[in-house]
């Protein structure tokens, strides 16, 4: 069992930036591909980045590409998300992911999500 736990996630103006942060229990953390997903109100839960077990490799959805960027840290079991330039459709429930084969095709693990709000 995996278990994740997100932070960062708060309020702010449109234009700023926030690093959302996943930290995961276990030893086998790069055994697992890992992202990031959210939700916001009124929407069905969508993909928003995801990395490699390695870090070798992201890819991220149109709507956050250039502004957005998926990092890992193996040795300390976490996934991070560095958001810039947000607006205020960014504002949504934000969710770690992992998979151990990846998180595109099937998510093995959910975090509790972290509230994200860009006013503007």
């Known amino acids: 069992q995996v278990q994740l736990v997100e932070s960062g996630g708060g309020l702010v103006q449109a234009g700023g930036s926030l690093r959302l942060s996943c930290v995961a229990s276990g030893r086998a953390f790069s055994s697992y591909g890992m992202g990031w997903f959210r939700q916001a109100p009124g929407k069905e839960r969508e993909f928003v980045a995801a990395i490699s077990k390695s870090g070798g490799n992201t890819y991220y959805a149109d709507s956050v590409r250039g502004r957005f960027t998926i990092s890992r840290d193996n040795a300390k079991n976490t996934v991070y998300l560095q958001m810039n330039s947000l607006k205020p459709e960014d504002t949504a429930v934000y969710y770690c992911?992992?998979?151990?084969?990846?998180?595109?095709?099937?998510?093995?693990?959910w975090g509790q999500g972290t509230q994200v709000t860009v006013s503007s």
């Open positions: 992911a992992a998979g151990s084969r990846g998180v595109i095709v099937r998510v093995d693990y």
